[in-house]
């Protein structure tokens, strides 16, 4: 019988979530599973990964299914706030920018 215990994931201060011993987020990979992707396709876009490692934090997001659904929903809320927060401190730039595709586009 095998009794070998891995940690797939560890949390991270300030409550976040890794993949244990990189520096990808445990939400990098479940939002690509949830999006669909396969674990093949998610190690083509994270390289540093391995299939056990993708597979590992799949496991660890089945299990703990509600917690890390509510991590993530407050990682939505708060990235919300900061892209909000953004669009009010960098308006002139944005705008500038937004204009500038505008011509671009019409050219």
Do not use: C, W
Request: no cysteine; proline share 3%.
């Amino acid at each position: 019988m095998i009794s070998e215990s891995v940690n797939y994931v560890e949390k991270i201060s300030g409550g976040g979530y890794r993949i244990a011993g990189t520096r990808v987020g445990l939400e990098s990979v479940v939002l690509a599973y949830l999006d669909g992707q396969s674990p093949e396709t998610i190690r083509d876009n994270f390289p540093s990964l391995s299939l056990e490692m993708i597979h590992g934090a799949i496991a660890v997001y089945l299990h703990h299914r509600q917690e890390i659904d509510s991590y993530l929903t407050d990682l939505s809320v708060r990235y919300e706030e900061l892209r909000r927060e953004s669009e009010q401190q960098n308006a002139p730039l944005l705008a500038k920018l937004r204009a500038a595709r505008r011509d671009v586009s019409t050219n």
